[in-house]
């Protein structure tokens, strides 16, 4: 089991960048997959990137492409999510969550380990 625990939301004007962690504690943090997915308030939650156990492997949806990008420290057991060109629309809250085996790394459902989620803010 692990448990994760989400940092480094805020409130941020458009244009502007935030560097979101998901810090782990538990069994070694070097065998699950990481996903992070944003909830907007009204609205499902919905996938933004995701980075393999050993980091070889990233994914992104379109709406974040080139945007935002996903990075771990194994050694220190936390993965980051740096977002950059924040719009409004990235508003929502952020959660990161984890798995030891992901099939679609795309899917919520694909990770059984959730963080809390923080909170971001981007004004228009």
């Known amino acids: 089991q692990v448990q994760l625990v989400e940092s480094g939301g805020g409130l941020v004007q458009a244009g502007g960048s935030l560097r979101l962690s998901c810090a782990a504690s538990g069994r070694t943090f070097s065998t699950y997959a990481v996903g992070w997915f944003r909830q907007a308030p009204g609205k499902e939650r919905e996938f933004a990137v995701s980075?393999?156990?050993?980091?070889?492997?990233?994914f992104y949806a379109d709406s974040v492409k080139g945007r935002f990008t996903i990075s771990r420290d194994n050694a220190k057991n936390t993965v980051y999510l740096q977002l950059t060109s924040l719009k409004p629309e990235d508003t929502a809250v952020y959660y990161c969550?984890?798995?030891?085996?992901?099939?679609?790394?795309?899917?919520?459902?694909?990770?059984?380990?959730w963080g809390q989620g923080t909170q971001v803010t981007v004004s228009s």
């Open positions: 980075i393999s156990r050993e980091g070889g492997r990233t």
């Open positions: 969550a984890a798995q030891e085996t992901v099939l679609d790394f795309y899917l919520p459902t694909s990770f059984r380990y």
